[in-house]
Structure formats: C-alpha cells, structure tokens
Nanobody, 118 residues
C-alpha cells in the first residue's frame, strides 16, 4: 500500500512563502507522475503542478511564475515551493502520484491546509 504524507501547510500573509513536502512510502522514481492539487471550500479539486518521470513539469496558469515543483529521489519526497502567495491560494493541498502498469493506480495524500490572509 502506497502512502503519501504531506506537511508544510499553515497560515501566512499575502506575499509570503510556504514549502509543502510529500513523503512517499515507495521509491519516488517508481511513479510515472507526481503532483499537487488543491481544493478550496465549495470548489472542485484543481491541478496545481505536475512532474513526470522525465522531470518535465507542468503548472496551472494561476501559479505559473510563483510555484515550483521539485523532487528529491534520495529522500523520496516531492516538494512544492510557493512564493508570492495570494488569498485565492487558500485551500487544502493534496499530493498525488500515479503508477502505471497494466492499469493505472492513482494515490492521494490526506491533504494539508494552506491559508493566506489578505
């Protein structure tokens, strides 16, 4: 069973920074893709940033230039560096991982709350 454990959320003033971490119970290099999603109250869960197994990253337009996704293979940890935070970045941030074999397996963390005050 794969476990993804997020940490690093919290409360910050607008313009501030936070770094989220996602520790995996499986070697991070085994996943075909990993990323971060977020969900604001009453809204759908949206993709924030994705990183494929070739280290190609993809960002949602609303975070481009402000957020950076990265991973540390030795630590089996995925990161999301969030700078210039805005109140609309508030939400629960979820770590996501996909493993593809004959079928695709999607895994989610439990989420970490990020609150950005105006």
């Amino acid at each position: 069973q794969v476990q993804l454990v997020e940490s690093g959320g919290g409360s910050v003033q607008a313009g501030g920074s936070l770094r989220l971490s996602c520790a995996t119970s499986r070697s991070i290099s085994a996943f075909n893709a990993m990323g971060w999603y977020r969900q604001a109250p009453g809204k759908q869960r949206d993709m924030v940033a994705m990183l494929d197994d070739g280290s190609t990253s993809n960002y949602a337009d609303f975070v481009k230039g402000r957020f950076t996704i990265s991973r540390d293979n030795a630590e089996n940890t995925l990161y999301l560096q969030m700078n210039s935070l805005k109140p609309e970045d508030t939400g629960v941030y979820y770590c996501y991982a996909r493993y593809e074999s004959k079928i695709a397996y999607d895994y989610w963390g439990q989420g970490t709350q990020v609150t950005v005050a105006a």
